[in-house]
């Protein structure tokens, strides 16, 4: 299993398609036997989906996570664990447990209640997303 956190300075980072790195750990047997940080090399938003899916990544945890993003991730198979924060070690740790508190709604502040898709890609759509 692979899990990719999204990760700033030990802790879950709180907005997906910004996140400049992921913590991957990689588990077997409910525990971590390799993690590393990875960067996104300026890859953002719904384009993540496929940057994660190269890396065999079946799991994500994450902060807030736009609608687009969702879509993405869904569509290469990883599930998403939303609304996390704290630890990024102890998030995993407690996911493994099947203790992890998460927020399967959880959306990026600019996304609440729309139907909007950053899909990547230099833009400046207007909600913050540029990339």
């Given at each position: ?94 996911f493994l447990g099947g ?33």
């Amino acid at each position: 299993m692979k899990i990719a956190v999204t990760y700033d300075n030990g802790n879950v980072y709180g907005h997906f398609g910004h996140t400049e790195q992921f913590k991957i750990y990689e588990a077997e047997n409910g525990k971590v036997v390799n993690a590393s940080v990875v960067p996104t090399n300026g890859t953002g938003h719904g384009a993540l989906a496929e940057f994660l899916s190269a890396m065999g990544t079946d799991t994500l945890i994450c902060g807030g996570i736009g609608g687009g993003a969702r879509a993405a991730l869904g569509s290469v198979g990883i599930k998403i664990y939303a609304g996390v924060s704290g630890n990024a070690d102890e998030a995993v740790k407690a996911f493994l447990g099947g203790t992890l508190a998460f927020d399967p709604d959880a959306e990026c502040a600019h996304h609440s209640g729309e139907a909007h898709d950053c899909n990547g890609g230099n833009h400046d759509c207007g909600h913050g997303c540029s990339n």
